[in-house]
């Protein structure tokens, strides 16, 4: 980016500052009104005040914390909505007795029955089996020569599976069916299934979230989801997370969340966005997965960014079955602003691992996991040789079978632009650092027509709600709710 920009820019700001501090002062004087008719409390970014920085901040603040004019968008950023306590800084405060930050999760061995023992004697995964035929099956065999019984019931016994199960007991799903792993007609269930943990980084992707949870809420152990009071700009942000997460936003999952901290921001971070974004992953890995405890060698260790949310079938298998190889990708549908703007292909990132590997391969941290170079780390070879497999990535689903979703930039024209704003210095063009690009209407333009920051607008393929994989099934489920990512509500308008 050129220096006269830059030199331009720091003169209008120079004018802006004065402005916005008289702004600012309006604001604030109309805000403690406004507290004081609504019983709300500020930010924590708001209590502070006095350079001019944090004035202009403030005023951004203001902006985001008054209700949205159009009532029917729910204003996420404010979170004046919350009937909360705040302390005097402008946070909710830890529950008595400890802190949200530092609390343990101990994993437990789930008991769930995901297997059942049929007369005949087969092993049936209880969800993909038809239970009917399985009955009529039974009845057959019986039929047939008592002799046999018992090398049936060993060998020919298999369980009739539902549509889109498949293997012996029917507990392979269609996206591992259809995968490259070279050992799929081999893999046996378990015993006691492994433990699974998901881990997240969040900024303001809550519907996104509230979709992975219902996604994965039966098959996931514990979320580790981090946040921090820091953009990957570097400026000073809310804990919207851990806001809604004390007011009971995500109630029906709080027992499986252990929240993590980040706290600061990482040395160089602003000059070179990137080091926060990879940070970011090896923070939540190192501290997330230090707070957990009766961790073992097999569970499931699963990164994502908050955009990327695995297909629940996929992540099931990884916990009942023995017998795949590590790293795991996951090959994902690819969106954009919503799921009705469909990019060809796939998206494939490694993803999963066990702890072992986790461990003695990646050392620990998160990012390497996603890196496709695990080949050269030390420590691989030798862990493989410790597993007695060959391991080869393989990736859940293929080009065809999607196996999760990654819905970029999937938030309404404000929660757009408040990506715009708090996008690392690192991702060039920073988009973030142009007026023009994070007005409403233009960000609107764009989710109108599918097109991008720099002008172009790609070719998609049509899309249809009721395709297969379409979007989570959380957001099916809910579609009024969630129409603004199910159908593109701007094209609509201009027709
Ligand atoms: C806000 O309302 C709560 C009860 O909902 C009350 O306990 C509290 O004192 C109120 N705070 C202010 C500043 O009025
Ligand atoms: C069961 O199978 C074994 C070989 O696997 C065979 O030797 C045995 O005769 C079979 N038993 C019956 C009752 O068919
Ligand atoms: C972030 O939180 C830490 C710990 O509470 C605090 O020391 C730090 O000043 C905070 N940073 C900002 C920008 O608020
Ligand atoms: C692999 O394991 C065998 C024994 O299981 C050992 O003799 C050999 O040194 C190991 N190789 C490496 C590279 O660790
Ligand atoms: C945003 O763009 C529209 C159309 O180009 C323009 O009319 C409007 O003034 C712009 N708003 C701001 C805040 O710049």
New binding site residues.
């Given amino acids: 980016m050129g220096r006269s920009l830059l030199s331009v820019r720091i003169r209008i700001r120079k004018h802006k500052v004065f402005l916005m501090c008289l702004l600012g002062i309006c604001a604030v004087s109309l805000l403690h009104y406004y507290k004081a008719l609504h019983n709300i409390s500020l930010l924590q970014e708001l209590s502070s005040s006095s350079t001019h920085l944090k004035t202009l901040k403030m005023f951004r603040g203001i902006f985001w914390n008054f209700p949205a004019t159009d009532h029917s968008q729910q204003d996420f950023y404010s979170l004046s909505h919350l009937k909360t306590q705040y302390d005097s800084n402008g946070i909710v405060p830890d529950p008595p007795g400890e802190k949200l930050h530092e609390r343990t999760f101990v994993l437990q061995d789930d008991s769930t029955p995901f297997f059942i023992h049929t007369k005949s004697g087969a092993v049936c995964f209880h969800e993909g089996t038809d239970m009917a035929a399985s009955s009529s099956h039974h009845r057959l065999l019986q039929h047939n020569s008592k002799d046999d019984t018992i090398n049936a019931s060993k060998k020919v016994v298999q369980c009739p599976c539902r549509q889109g199960w498949h293997g012996p007991h029917c507990g392979i799903p269609t996206i591992v069916y259809h995968s490259n792993l070279p050992s799929k007609s081999k893999v046996q269930p378990r015993k006691v299934p492994r433990r699974v943990i998901n881990a997240i980084n969040v900024n303001h992707e809550f519907d996104l979230l509230h979709a992975r949870f219902h996604e994965l809420a039966d098959v996931v152990d514990v979320f580790l989801v981090c946040e921090s ?2 953009t990957a700009y570097g400026d ?1 942000r809310p804990l919207y997370f851990r806001h809604l997460l004390l007011n009971g936003a995500f109630d029906y999952i709080k027992h499986k969340i252990l929240f993590v901290f980040l ?2 921001f990482p040395v160089g971070g602003r000059e070179d966005g990137w080091i926060m974004d990879d940070y970011l992953r090896t923070y939540l890995t190192k501290n997330g997965m230090s707070r957990i405890e009766g961790l073992k060698a097999d569970d499931v260790f699963v990164i994502n960014d908050a955009d990327e949310i695995p297909a629940r079938d996929g992540i099931l298998f990884l916990k009942l079955y023995d017998d795949w190889t590590e790293p795991v990708g996951i090959h994902m549908r690819k969106s954009l602003y919503g799921f009705y703007w469909r990019q060809f292909g796939t998206l494939n990132i490694l993803s999963a691992c066990t702890a072992a590997m986790l461990f003695k391969v990646y050392r620990g941290d998160g990012i390497l996991l996603r890196r496709r170079s695990y080949y050269s780390i030390p420590g691989f070879r030798e862990y493989e040789n410790s597993t007695g497999r060959i391991l080869v990535p393989w990736a859940i689903g293929s080009p065809v079978h999607y196996a999760g979703w990654h819905c970029s930039w999937c938030f309404k024209p404000k929660g757009i632009y408040y990506k715009l704003i708090s996008a690392q210095n690192g991702d060039f063009p920073r988009w973030g650092d142009y007026s023009e690009k994070r007005n409403i209407s233009y960000i609107e333009k764009l989710i109108r027509t599918g097109g991008w920051f720099d002008g172009s607008v790609p070719n998609y393929p049509p899309t249809d709600p009721k395709e297969h994989m379409y979007a989570p099934k959380y957001f099916l489920d809910n579609y009024n709710k969630f129409r603004y990512l199910l159908e593109n509500l701007f094209a609509k308008e201009k027709r």
Avoid: F, P
């Fill in positions: 009071n820091y000073k706290d600061h």
